[in-house]
């Protein structure tokens, strides 16, 4: 039985790279992940900076824009910027991802117009953008129902494995998938359906769980008595945990765990230990049920501050930090503009993709529906 620390992530049995204050210090379990650390450039180091903090200004402004009015709901993902800027930039561009609704950067980092997000938020769109069209970047759509992805994604891998584009020896064409969750959602019956599946066919595929410390409002300490990670050994797959609030441990073991498993590997299990610093989504109040000092004890350990910090010690200048917060600022802004200016869908809309064929019931909705407006308008007149 592991200590609550160790179950939230104050220990050092994570792979972790930078600590706490941006400086390089790997653990011993990140010794076997430093050959990929070293390969990083200067320019891939300043990007995910830059993704980080772009996300969180649109983040910030998403949120603006709920208590605003203009969005139905909004799920902050500040705090957990490094855990999905890593994973992300780790996958391959012929890897397919899918998310559950919390990973904005994920989406827009591919290709995703972010605006696609806030249209799932505000009510006006099925699901946001076309996941097959290549311009997104093969990220398949946001998943409100939880858990649900890690099946879609798995069934997505077998077919992967059917049609023989994965485990051939190439990583230039080799096809893998990644799926991600929460540990809330690692307490649900499709997750453990899912893994049960990937492990039995052996599918191309990466289990990428964000814990961020709690469910809505039950702690992972009441969810699981272990760390989430152990889980993947009961199907026999590897669990690797890392520091969350990392973003190079998250990219170097996001990248061995998909190259392996696009290889033929098998599976595998990512537990990455981070926190959701803002409420689960802006319906929730989370004063009601943790503390002040939780709080601060981990925003002492935010990511961008933590990567910032390792960038100065590299030599990046003030122009370069100036820059992206720039950027930051004015792609906050291009999306509060665009917002405030969607209109409402076209009736017919609601109609659409329902099935994947025209359908002679929705076409008998659509005539009534229609027939029920204009009876109105006949009125008035």
Same mark, same amino acid.
């Given at each position: 039985?592991?200590?609550?620390?160790?179950?939230?992530?104050?220990?050092?049995?994570?792979?972790?790279?930078?600590?706490?204050?941006?400086?390089?210090?790997?653990? &011993?379990?990140?010794?076997?992940?430093?050959?990929?650390?070293?390969?990083?450039?200067?320019?891939?180091?300043?990007?995910?900076?830059?993704?980080?903090?772009?996300?969180?200004?649109?983040?910030?402004?998403?949120?603006?824009?709920?208590?605003?009015?203009?969005?139905?709901?909004?799920?902050?993902?500040?705090?957990?910027?490094?855990?999905?800027?890593?994973?992300?930039?780790?996958?391959?561009?012929? #890897?397919?991802?899918?998310?559950?609704?919390?990973?904005?950067?994920?989406?827009?980092?591919?290709?995703?117009?972010?605006?696609?997000?806030?249209?799932?938020?505000?009510?006006?769109?099925?699901?946001?953008?076309?996941?097959? #069209?290549?311009?997104?970047?093969?990220?398949?759509?946001?998943?409100?129902?939880?858990?649900?992805?890690?099946?879609?994604?798995?069934?997505?891998?077998?077919?992967?494995?059917?049609?023989?584009?994965?485990?051939?020896?190439?990583?230039?064409?080799? &096809?893998?998938?990644?799926?991600?969750?929460?540990?809330?959602?690692?307490?649900?019956?499709?997750?453990?359906?899912?893994?049960?599946?990937?492990?039995?066919?052996?599918?191309?595929?990466?289990?990428?769980?964000?814990?961020?410390?709690?469910?809505?409002?039950?702690?992972?300490?009441?969810?699981?008595?272990?760390?989430?990670?152990?889980?993947?050994?009961?199907?026999?797959?590897?669990?690797?945990?890392?520091?969350?609030?990392?973003?190079?441990?998250?990219?170097?073991?996001?990248?061995?765990?998909?190259?392996?498993?696009?290889?033929?590997?098998?599976?595998?299990?990512?537990?990455?230990?981070?926190?959701?610093?803002?409420?689960?989504?802006?319906?929730?109040?989370?004063?009601?049920?943790?503390?002040?000092?939780?709080?601060?004890?981990?925003?002492?350990?935010?990511?961008?501050?933590?990567?910032?910090?390792?960038?100065?010690?590299?030599?990046?200048?003030? &122009?370069?930090?100036?820059?992206?917060?720039?950027?930051?600022?004015?792609?906050?802004? #291009?999306?509060?503009?665009?917002?405030?200016?969607?209109?409402?869908?076209?009736?017919?809309?609601?109609?659409?993709?329902?099935?994947?064929?025209?359908?002679?019931?929705?076409?008998?909705?659509?005539?009534?529906?229609?027939?029920?407006?204009?009876?109105?308008?006949?009125?008035?007149?």
């Amino acid at each position: 039985m592991t200590s609550a620390d160790e179950n939230t992530g104050q220990d050092d049995a994570l792979v972790r790279v930078l600590d706490a204050n941006g400086r390089f210090a790997p653990t &011993e379990q990140a010794e076997r992940y430093l050959p990929l650390i070293e390969a990083i450039g200067d320019a891939e180091l300043e990007q995910f900076y830059r993704d980080m903090v772009v996300v969180r200004a649109f983040d910030e402004q998403a949120t603006n824009l709920q208590r605003q009015g203009q969005l139905a709901l909004w799920p902050p993902s500040r705090g957990q910027e490094a855990a999905q800027v890593g994973s992300v930039r780790a996958a391959r561009p012929q #890897d397919t991802l899918f998310p559950s609704y919390r990973e904005h950067v994920v989406a827009t980092s591919r290709g995703v117009d972010p605006l696609g997000i806030i249209k799932v938020m505000r009510g006006v769109s099925h699901g946001g953008w076309d996941p097959t #069209d290549p311009a997104n970047g093969n990220v398949r759509p946001y998943t409100l129902v939880l858990g649900s992805q890690t099946l879609h994604a798995t069934g997505y891998a077998m077919a992967k494995n059917f049609d023989g584009v994965t485990g051939t020896g190439n990583p230039e064409t080799d &096809e893998a998938v990644m799926v991600y969750y929460g540990d809330g959602a690692s307490s649900q019956g499709d997750v453990h359906e899912a893994m049960v599946f990937a492990a039995s066919y052996r599918t191309p595929q990466v289990f990428f769980l964000q814990n961020n410390q709690w469910a809505i409002s039950v702690p992972v300490s009441t969810q699981s008595r272990v760390p989430l990670a152990h889980r993947a050994a009961g199907y026999g797959m590897e669990g690797i945990r890392i520091d969350g609030n990392d973003v190079l441990a998250s990219y170097a073991v996001t990248r061995a765990a998909l190259d392996e498993a696009r290889s033929g590997g098998g599976p595998r299990a990512i537990e990455a230990v981070t926190y959701r610093l803002g409420a689960h989504t802006t319906s929730d109040d989370p004063t009601k049920y943790r503390t002040k000092d939780e709080e601060e004890s981990w925003i002492a350990r935010d990511p961008i501050a933590r990567m910032r910090a390792y960038l100065l010690s590299r030599g990046a200048g003030d &122009e370069f930090f100036a820059a992206v917060d720039q950027e930051a600022a004015a792609y906050a802004d #291009d999306i509060r503009t665009r917002t405030v200016e969607l209109g409402s869908p076209a009736r017919e809309l609601m109609f659409q993709h329902v099935y994947s064929e025209p359908h002679p019931v929705m076409a008998e909705q659509a005539r009534w529906l229609a027939d029920y407006e204009a009876s109105f308008e006949e009125a008035d007149a």
